[in-house]
């Protein structure tokens, strides 16, 4: 964690702590940081402002826990369902990316943009999920996190565009998610077939075999 406010040791503090954070992250999933003050959180959350404070001793440690928190579900997201098919668990990554920024609007422009001016710990966070989010597509794809420069360049400019464009997308959220997901995936997939011509040690996975009664997938150019 970046934070380190994690005043209380007890079960109880734990929880209390737990719950402040989950009232946070509902008051700042579609409102900006500046637009609420302590009153209004401590009045959403029914406590007293100071209850918050000894949580988190100023209002940025209070938020910087709730993006943590928020960002830590989708990290979670997009590592599990590792009995499915390559193919089927990145663009479940992918979906669950749109999700994340379409259900927490204004952390996710916080993360991607970096906050307000330079804010380094915003920038922390930032590196630490987009890391992740690298090692998890190129482990559902090459069966491997770890992967050669050119071919993680490759990855990081293909997440660079899946950044601007879910911000793009998140204003009115028109096309649909899933439209939205799978021109996503599709993108992925011409990146893989590019990362293979420069690195044939990250050869491009396979067409998924026909499922019981279905078409056959193309790869990742199914949709999401």
């Known amino acids: 964690m970046i ?15 737990a719950e402040l954070i989950a009232t946070g992250r509902k008051l700042f999933a579609h409102t900006s940081y500046d637009a609420l003050s302590m009153d209004d959180i401590a009045r ?18 209070y938020y910087l826990a709730i993006i943590e928190d928020s960002v830590a579900d989708l990290v979670t997201r997009a590592a599990g369902h590792t009995e499915l098919p390559r193919a089927q668990r990145v663009r479940r990554t992918v979906d669950g990316y749109l999700r994340y920024a379409q259900h927490n609007e204004a952390a996710f ?37 770890e992967i050669p420069p ?8 293909w ?13 009115d959220q028109v096309p649909d998610r899933e439209a939205v ?8 997939r011409a990146t893989l077939a590019t990362i293979e ?27 999401v």
Do not use: H, M
């Open 181 to 188: 997901g799978a021109l996503l995936t599709r993108l992925l």
């Open 197 to 223: 011509e420069f690195e044939p040690s990250c050869p491009q996975p396979p067409a998924e075999e026909p499922s019981a009664g279905g078409p056959v997938l193309q790869g990742f150019s199914a949709e």
């Open 44 to 61: 959403s959350a029914g406590v007293a402002k100071g209850l918050i404070y000894y949580y988190f001793s100023s209002k940025r440690g």
């Open 3 to 17: 934070n380190g406010e994690r005043r209380g040791t007890s079960g109880r503090s734990q929880a209390r702590r």
């Open 109 to 145: 422009r916080t993360i991607v943009t970096g906050g307000v001016g330079f804010d380094t710990d915003v920038q922390s966070i930032r590196e630490v999920v987009r890391a992740e989010l690298v090692a998890t597509i190129a482990e559902g794809a090459y069966g491997r996190r």
């Open 159 to 171: 997440l660079s565009a899946v950044e601007l464009i879910a911000l793009e997308w998140i204003g």
């Open 150 to 157: 050119l071919a993680r360049l490759a990855l990081l400019g």
